[in-house]
């Protein structure tokens, strides 16, 4: 049962402290997507890979958040430095057509 | 104006009851719908696709009304386990736009 995997599932961390969080899509799945979650927002989208190419980040602070696609198995969001709005928790997912596969979540605060 | 606009609720139902959520678009150019079902501190996961013709699965019925630029969901004789925050996604283009979500809690 192929599933989408994200690691840390939890992260609690200082202000000021890099944070990287790491999603493993799908094989085959070859668009990738970043969101994050909170209850004010909603779920927000970050940034999102096309075949490893960035397609769109305008949703991303360019300032501090940076998304990469090492290869088609990883995709990674960095935070640097962190800060306390960013406490959310920040799903990765994975689609091939339509449909989005998303994995269980990196749940971050930053304090 | 926001792409996708919904109802944030909380609905608070009876068990058996129905009832439904509506979710609008800006952009008539929108081409493919769907609903989401995320449960507390899960992820979200696709429900059903939504169509101009309706889609009905057991309980669920969901509607494309693209005249007026909405989609709706429809849940008969709820239960409780169907308490969850529902999201509609609007695809435009290469592009996937998700509403805020809507609560549902049902109540014993």
């Known amino acids: ?111 | 104006r926001k792409e996708v606009e919904q109802d944030p609720g909380p609905f608070n139902v009876p068990e058996g009851a129905t009832v439904a959520f509506n979710c609008t678009y800006s952009n008539s150019a929108s081409q493919s719908f769907f609903w989401y079902r995320q449960d507390c501190r899960k992820e979200p996961k696709l429900l059903m696709s939504v169509y101009s013709s309706g889609n009905e699965d057991g309980r669920f019925t969901a509607q494309l009304n693209r005249a007026s630029q909405y989609i709706s969901l429809l849940i008969r004789d709820s239960k409780l386990s169907d308490s969850a925050t529902y999201l509609c996604v609007v695809i435009t283009g290469n592009q996937f736009y998700f509403g805020t979500g809507t609560s549902l809690t049902v109540i014993p």
Not at chain 1, 14 to 41: A, D, K, S
Not at chain 1, 66 to 89: F, G, N, W
């Open chain 1, 1 to 111: 049962d192929a599933r989408v995997t994200q690691t840390p599932r939890h992260k609690v961390t200082e202000m000021g402290q890099e944070v990287t969080m790491r999603c493993q899509p799908i094989l085959g799945h070859n668009t990738v997507f970043w969101y994050r979650q909170t209850m004010m927002q909603g779920l927000e989208l970050l940034a999102y890979f096309r075949n490893r190419a960035p397609l769109d980040d305008s949703g991303m602070p360019k300032d501090r958040f940076s998304a990469e696609m090492p290869d088609a198995t990883l995709a990674t969001l960095k935070i640097q430095p962190s800060e306390p709005r960013d406490s959310a928790v920040y799903f990765c997912a994975g689609s091939s057509y339509n449909e989005q596969f998303f994995g269980p979540g990196t749940r971050l605060t930053v304090l």
